[in-house]
């Protein structure tokens, strides 16, 4: 056996898929020829580090999986909708347009979220406050002297 077959047939060998005569001549050549056998280690040290690669990603896998999980496990839906979210669609809860089901998942995150659940408590008083607030007079004109004047130094 040449070098050339020696390296095409490695895997095969650390695999156990060669006949028998062609394993007895690998092992023969292998031992008998330094150059190959510091490349069969050198392939099979490879082969051996991408194997514990893969078994320590694996393990990663199954740890995020189960951390993830117990998260999950511990949260409540309410506590899974982030403020940004409810801030963002908080118009449609009060609206009435809001699907039925996010409805549900909106009231547990009123109940876990004290910032949360000020903001709905003032939006709906505002929006069941009847009273009328009366504007100052001068308002109008600094709010026009100020938009003109804005677009004079622009």
């Known amino acids: 056996m040449d070098h050339l077959q020696f390296e095409e047939h490695i895997t095969d ?10 394993r007895r001549t690998f092992a023969e050549h292998l031992l008998a020829c330094r150059p190959c056998h510091s490349t069969f280690n050198d392939v099979r040290m490879a082969i051996d ?22 998260i999950i496990s511990a949260t409540t839906a309410g506590e899974m909708l982030s403020c940004r979210t409810l801030d963002a669609l908080i118009s449609d809860y009060f609206d009435g347009v809001i699907e039925t089901t996010y409805e549900h998942v909106f009231q547990e ?22 009273e009328q607030i009366e504007v ?19």
């Open 109 to 130: 995150h009123f109940a876990v979220c004290d910032s949360c659940h000020r903001l709905v408590k003032g939006v709906r008083e505002s929006i069941e406050e009847r």
């Open 13 to 22: 060998y650390l695999d156990h898929n060669l006949d028998r005569p062609t």
């Open 136 to 154: 100052p007079r001068e308002l109008y004109g600094r709010i026009y002297a100020a938009t003109v004047g804005a677009r004079r130094v622009a």
């Open 49 to 70: 580090a991408c194997h514990s690669l893969k078994e320590a990603q694996m393990h990663e896998i199954a740890l995020f999986t189960e951390v993830e999980q117990r």
